[in-house]
């Protein structure tokens, strides 16, 4: 199970921490990512990170603002967003897969768990 927080309101170019709290004892087993479905759009990869944190990737919008990381002690991971844009105003949800491959899974229907989404909103 998944447990996604800490949406809200910023301004455009604030930031936010999300973070994704995963139940069970095998999170290290696990690759993560987060995605994101602005209203009226189809849910978009964002970002992913493998089981043991060595790799990562990124959507091309979000590169160098936004940082996925892990935290395997704690079961959760995390997505810290810098310069937030208006247009990354969506819900955020961040999915899991048991798997240890050590490349990033960036495509939603390779996901088994999904989280229920957390509402981040960027004011202009």
Known sequence: QLQASGGGLVQAGGSLRLSCA???RT???YAMGWFRQAPGKEREFVAAITSSGGSTAYAD?????F???RDN???TVYLQMNSLKPEDTAVYYCASKLTRTTVPITTAPRYTI???GTLVTVSS
Do not use: L
């Open 73 to 75: 002690v704690k079961n």
């Open 67 to 69: 940082t996925i990381s």
């Open 61 to 65: 919008s979000v590169k160098g603002r």
């Open 27 to 29: 999170f290290s087993s």
């Open 114 to 116: 999904w989280g229920q």
């Open 22 to 24: 995963a139940s069970g």
